[in-house]
Nanobody
């Protein structure tokens, strides 16, 4: 219904950390996606309104998804970043390609 707005990306060295934020994140199930350069967008994490979580193996153990329902905010704490994490990061509902719209995302660039 309302466009999600991602923020918090930037340029960081390998091994560093970033915390991404997603505004207008009031849906029952929310997800983080990323799209590396020249590749397709993929889901990497999801969270329910009750804070149940899902993580893709590519980021499990390094990233933590969370949400603040009172503020309609969702977050992605990204630790031990690697160059292969370089991508545009998006937040949206859980339906992937079936979601009707996407925001601009936030760029994360990890240097080696």
């Amino acid at each position: 219904q309302v466009q999600q707005v991602e923020s918090g990306g930037g340029l960081v060295q390998a091994g560093g950390s970033l915390k991404l934020s997603c505004a207008n994140a009031g849906r029952n199930i929310l997800a983080w996606y990323r799209q590396p350069p020249g590749k397709e967008r993929v889901i990497i994490a999801a969270i329910t309104s009750g804070a149940g979580t899902f993580y893709d193996e590519s980021i499990k153990g390094r990233f933590t998804i969370s949400r603040d329902n009172a503020k309609n905010m969702m977050y992605l704490q990204m630790n031990n970043l690697k160059p292969e994490d370089t991508a545009v990061y998006y937040c949206n509902g859980p339906r992937g390609t079936k979601e009707p719209s996407w925001g601009q995302g936030t760029q994360v660039t990890v240097s080696s």
